[in-house]
């Protein structure tokens, strides 16, 4: 690896850390990440030299919050603090005086800085592109892309999360026990949002949003370096990680979806999986259930089973089942239909989607599900409508071609019936 | 005798390196695993997932269960090696020939005073 990756890699591992401690100092987004920038350029410049600092986040805010007072001060025309170069060779005199500074406030300045951009008074969009932007550290450029919109359009959106941040009364104090848990909550969902938006792109912009689904990953892994005994922040990891084991089967050559059954299975990442499921085990263990660890034991019955056949359907039926009692949703529940079919066969799956017909009538997979379960059943002229419905409702031309590589099947199979009945 | 050369370095550091970071990183230890498997000085290899995925167990009366790994340090045990050493010098150029392929972090270098290979687990 050479120098730059080095630095690279030891710059975005410090930047929560980093970034939450200036802005501890300077309870501004703004100042605290200008003070952040300026701190890595002098890094990019002294460590090649000098080496990595022991240390490198106590350097980076070390650094970080001189520069920033210095830029004070020298508006102000008095006196320049020493240079960075001089402060950086006491070594241990640096890292003592940081770690006095720093060391206990680790857990909460990352916490504040998440709890910031995942403030309820943000608009989910903009949740997500400041957490992207502010904790992950990725470039307007790089969110922009993941979600395919202009730059400016993405500058604009960050730009007014942090006006609002900062016209909120945010408080920049120690949250209490009550109000950490309500936050901690919606920092998941924040992280959960950005693993989807990045899951589910289509074949073509899979290979752009993945990074999205990474970064989700490394930031539940964060989140639970600092919650180590929340079962559910354990079930969110490894429902991330189960699910992004399977990125590699899941478009295939030309970019058109490949569904759960026929997937390569050995196209699914195993040190994924097997950390996945380390980690839904050890939540299991605390016996304080929630939706994330359900959906994680779904993911992970699935990826427990070499092949199709071997899906312990039954098992899935009662944790979709559990998940209707906690999270109520008709998308929850047209899960569970999945899943009836396959234990009770398609005419049972079909009678638990009835109720559901009407609150789901603008949405792309429940039209493709019942046509996929009235063509099990031979009802081809019936799965035609659904189908030509999910159609016009997908939201990406990979869903569309899914969809008409069924209706292709279904023309094949009545022309194919037609030509028997004309023989006979 | 048998070293283990215990590897340490921080997790997020690691955890931020991109998958071909990563896999170059790997490939290049492959080398200097090769050289010593031929030798027939090279022991069982281990990579260890992320500190996250850890469980400790106390052994108080009646012993505690606790989530996370033992030690809350800034560097993490990584994985380990077992290698077969002339004497420290010896083990001290394996772990050298080690950090080339792999710079970052630190090795602890432990002397191996029982070996059980085992030999079923896959």
């Given amino acids: 690896m050479t120098d730059s990756a080095w630095i690279d890699a030891a710059l975005t591992s410090a930047r929560p850390q980093a970034v939450g401690a200036l802005l501890r100092y300077f309870r ?43 830029e004070v001060r020298r508006s102000r025309k008095q006196e320049a603090l020493p240079e960075d170069e001089l402060i950086s060779d006491l070594d241990d005199a640096e890292e003592k005086l940081a770690e006095r500074l720093d060391g206990s406030h680790y857990r909460d300045d990352i916490l504040r800085l998440l709890f910031i951009c995942c403030h309820p008074d943000l608009p989910a969009t903009q949740q997500i592109a400041l957490a992207l932007r502010i904790v992950s550290g990725l470039t307007v450029k790089q969110i922009a892309r993941a979600f395919l919109v202009s730059e400016a359009a993405m500058e604009q959106r960050i730009t007014r999360a942090k006006a609002r941040v900062a016209s909120a009364d945010v408080p920049f104090e120690t949250p209490g026990a009550v109000e950490r848990s309500e936050r901690l ?24 949003r993945k990074p999205l689904c990474e970064e989700a990953i ?53 040190k994924m999986i097997a950390e996945g499921l380390a980690l839904i085990d050890k939540a299991m263990r605390h016996r304080r259930s929630g939706p994330y660890q359900v959906q994680a034991a779904i993911a992970a019955l699935h990826a427990r089973a070499a092949r199709p056949e071997d899906t312990d359907w039954a098992q899935i039926d009662l944790l979709y089942g559990a998940l209707e009692i906690m999270q109520p949703s008709p998308v929850v529940t047209l899960n569970r239909a999945v899943a009836v079919s396959k234990v009770r066969g398609p005419e049972a799956g079909l009678q638990m989607l009835e109720p559901l017909a009407e609150r789901l009538s603008g949405y792309f997979h429940f039209f493709g599900v019942r046509g996929a379960l009235l063509m099990q059943l031979g009802r081809n002229e019936e799965a035609r ?17 899914h969809i008409r590589s069924h209706l292709d099947r279904l023309i094949r199979d009545s022309a194919k019936l037609g030509t028997k009945a004309s023989k006979k | 005798m048998l070293y283990a050369i215990l590897c340490y370095h921080d997790e997020d550091v690691v955890g931020s390196w991109t998958r071909e970071q ?16 031929k030798a027939g000085r090279l022991g069982p290899v281990a990579r260890l997932l992320p500190t996250t995925a850890a469980t400790t167990l106390r052994k108080d009366d009646p012993p505690v269960v606790l989530d996370g790994p033992y030690a809350e340090t800034k560097e993490q045990l990584l994985g380990f090696y077992l290698v077969d050493c002339e004497n420290l010098d010896d083990a001290i150029g394996v772990a050298h020939d080690l950090g080339a392929a792999n710079p970052g972090g630190t090795y602890e270098i432990r002397p191996v005073g029982l070996f059980q290979p085992g030999g079923t687990a896959k």
């Fill in chain 1, 385 to 401: 409508v659904a189908f030509d419905r999910a159609i016009a409702l997908a939201n990406t031309s990979a869903e569309a071609a």
């Fill in chain 1, 28 to 70: 501004n987004l703004d100042t605290a990440e200008e003070a952040f920038q300026n701190a890595c350029l002098r890094a990019l410049k002294n460590w090649p030299q000098h080496g990595p600092p022991r240390d490198p986040a106590a350097w980076l805010i070390m650094v970080g919050r001189n520069a920033a007072i210095d």
């Fill in chain 1, 185 to 208: 909550a919606a920092v998941a969902a924040t992280i959960y949002l950005i693993f989807n938006e990045g899951y589910s792109a289509s074949g073509e912009t899979s290979e752009i």
């Fill in chain 2, 22 to 37: 990563d896999a170059a990183v790997m490939s290049k230890l492959a080398v200097v695993q090769d050289k010593l498997k």
């Fill in chain 1, 218 to 270: 490394r930031l539940a892994r964060l989140l639970l370096r600092l919650f180590q005994s929340e079962p559910e922040i354990m079930g969110l990891t490894a429902l991330l990680l189960l699910q992004h084991a399977r990125a590699g089967a899941r478009f295939d050559a030309n970019g058109e979806i490949v569904l759960l059954d026929d997937q390569d299975r050995s196209l699914w990442n195993q």
